[in-house]
């Protein structure tokens, strides 16, 4: 099987690096919190094209899922400040779509660089990766209306979900992106 992380990361390499490579995109990410999306569209068996760029505040951002004609929307591409796991909202928002893989642009301070990480659900039990992430999604909310999360609590979460999703057949990839 060829690595979803390259073959998006290949065939969509400009408008990656245009999100990730603007400073002010960056700055404007991490001082206000806000995410970009894309959707992923597949024309034919293995080219892929994308919907307009939508920002927001993190957490609001829409995805757009208008694809051209003749092409499906199989996929999704958004960014996250510097965390580099899937919220609970992502895969949510993934399985409702019914998309086969979403990826993330994210910032590495350890690595000092900008990533790509990608999550390949085309051949998951997307059904228990809902119900086991509906499940976590409910703790996670319950932890944060009662005040109890920190950040160790939302770290083992996402950790917890994503053994979950590992166990039901989804695989994930990174790999570094490469700034101009």
Known sequence: MTDICETVYNQLKNKINQLMDNLSFYEKNFQAGYEAAFGICQINKNVFTTTRVEEDLMGEV??????P???KLVGAFHTHPAAK??????????????????CL????EKKDKPML?????????????????LNLHTNYLTEKLEKKLTKEKSLK???????????LGGEYCELPIEVR
């Open 105 to 108: 642009g994210y910032y590495d």
């Open 62 to 67: 829409e995805l757009p899922t208008k694809c």
């Open 85 to 102: 796991y899937f919220g609970t909202q992502d895969i949510i928002t993934t399985i409702n779509n019914n998309l086969d893989f979403t």
């Open 157 to 167: 979460i996402i950790t917890l979900l994503e053994d979950k999703i590992k166990e």
């Open 117 to 133: 990480r990608c999550l390949d659900l085309s051949k998951s039990d997307k059904k228990k990766i809902y119900k086991e992430t």
């Open 69 to 71: 004609d003749s092409s």
